[in-house]
Nanobody, 122 residues
C-alpha cells in the first residue's frame, strides 16, 4: 500500500556527512511515525532514529545521538536523515520504514524501503 523510495546513500570519508532521503507514496504520510534502521554485515537490524507524524518529536539510538538528525517534510511526503561526523562503524544498509506507533522495535514497522548502502571509509 505504501511505497517508500530511498536515496542518498553512497561512499563518504570518515568525519564527513551524508543526507538520506525517503519519499513516500501515500496521502496519509503525516499520520505515520517514520523510522530509520540499519543493518551491517553479520549484525541484526538496529534502530537508528524515529520521528513523529508532526515532526515535533524525535528519538535516536545512543550510537548516533548528537551526530544524526532526522526530519520530515510532510508537504513533500519525504523524511530525511542527516548524518554528520560519520564513522566507519556507521557503514550499513539503511532502511526507511513506517509505523502506527512510536517505537524502536522493527517489528512495529509495517512498510519498508528497499534499503540504501552507506559506506564510510577511513
Amino acid at each position: 500500500q505504501v511505497q517508500l523510495v530511498e536515496s542518498g546513500g553512497g561512499l563518504v570519508q570518515a568525519g564527513g556527512s551524508l543526507r538520506l532521503s525517503c519519499a513516500a507514496s501515500g496521502r496519509t504520510f503525516s499520520r505515520y511515525v517514520m523510522g530509520w534502521f540499519r543493518q551491517a554485515p553479520g549484525k541484526e537490524r538496529e534502530f537508528v532514529a524515529a520521528i513523529s507524524g508532526s515532526g515535533i518529536n524525535t528519538n535516536y539510538a545512543d550510537s548516533v545521538k548528537g551526530r544524526f538528525s532526522m526530519s520530515r517534510d510532510n508537504a513533500k511526503n519525504t523524511v530525511y536523515l542527516q548524518m554528520n561526523s560519520l564513522k566507519p562503524e556507521d557503514t550499513a544498509v539503511y532502511y526507511c520504514a513506517t509505523s502506527t506507533m512510536y517505537s524502536n522495535n522493527p517489528v512495529r514497522y509495517d512498510y519498508w524501503g528497499q534499503g540504501t548502502q552507506v559506506t564510510v571509509s577511513s
